[in-house]
């Protein structure tokens, strides 16, 4: 009896080639298979950008048009009250002095929440106008001076403006660098008691300038340092929600100081007082023109 001979001639070899495109069409069909999945995958994250980009849009319309819808009334009940805090009606009593008094302070933070909220709209939206302009920092600093001396009314504290020195002429928007100087200056002196708060400038690398914003207040837990510049973010201490803000002035910071080219940070330790910086560039960058020319 003669053993089986194993075949190894062109049947085996086409046998192997059949099995070959065999698995070939298969992986064929899975990535295809696959090809329709991220197909299908991109189509649904378009969908949810669109959604999303629809959303962002929807948010900025409504809160341009409540910002808008809220300065009228706001305007007249601050208007109100400083006729009855002039006395144009009459005597008041210092009861009725404190009262109004509150009213004025209440109607102004609801003011700046408005504008602040009117700002962010534009910003979302990128509506809001960049206007650069060469200027001097010692008059920036004397604009910011003059406009607290009216609020400095703790004798405790003191508000320091160090003159800039050896610093260039800057060409960015005053009116939003300003702004960001503006809520730090105003955030420092709500949460300092006593001592001081000293605002500065320096140079630094690569034709920048750092201004800082330093107290001596409550200062910030390390845990709160990541989130204090995220919309409506509210530190949580007991001073903080004795004397509530906005949670918008320092989101608000640094989107401006993003379109001025530039970058927000904090250094605070809780008892120990802040520190606020911007760094923007001397020029803004794109539109800077040539150094001396108006």
């Known amino acids: 009896m003669t053993e089986p001979t194993e075949l190894t001639g062109p049947n085996t070899h086409a046998q192997a080639l059949a099995k070959a495109n065999d698995e070939l069409q298969s992986l064929r069909a899975e990535l295809e298979e696959t090809n329709r999945g991220v197909v299908a995958l ?33 305007n007249s009940i601050r208007s ?3 006729l009855l805090a002039d006395r144009v009606d009459g005597p008041l009593t210092d009861e009725q002095a404190r009262q109004v008094q509150f009213i004025q302070t209440t109607a102004t933070e609801f003011a700046e929440m408005v504008d602040d909220l009117l700002d962010l709209a534009k910003i979302e939206a ?54 960001i100087l503006r809520n730090f200056i105003s955030n420092a002196l709500k949460f300092t ?41 509210q530190v949580d201490s007991p001073v903080q929600k004795r004397l509530r803000g906005t949670g918008l002035g320092l989101s608000l910071s640094r989107q401006l100081a993003t379109l001025l080219g530039g970058t927000v940070a904090v250094e605070s330790e809780l008892g120990k007082g802040s520190r606020f910086s911007v760094v923007i560039p001397v020029q803004l960058p794109d539109t800077a023109p040539a150094a001396g020319t108006e």
């Not at 994250?45 to 849009?57: F, H, I, V």
């Not at 004397?142 to 800039?164: I, K, Q």
């Not at 690569?206 to 510049?229: E, L, Y």
Request: glycine share 6%.
């Open 193 to 233: 008691s006593h001592g001081e708060v000293r605002v500065s400038a320096q140079g630094e690398a690569d034709d920048r300038v750092r201004f800082t914003v330093a107290d001596t207040g409550i200062g910030i837990a390390p845990q709160f340092h990541g989130a204090v510049f995220d919309d409506f973010s």
């Open 126 to 179: 990128g509506r809001i106008d960049i206007s650069p302009a060469w200027f001097e920092m010692v008059d920036l600093f004397s604009a910011l001076r003059g406009m607290f001396r009216p609020v400095l009314t703790n004798p405790d504290l003191t508000l320091v403006f160090e003159e800039p020195e050896g610093l260039p002429r800057l060409y960015t928007d005053d009116r939003k660098l300003s702004q």
């Open 42 to 74: 991109y189509a649904e994250l378009d969908a949810q950008a669109e959604q999303l980009r629809k959303a962002t849009e929807l948010k900025s319309r409504f809160l341009a048009y409540m910002s808008h819808e809220f300065r009228a009334p706001v």
């Open 80 to 82: 109100i009250a400083r």
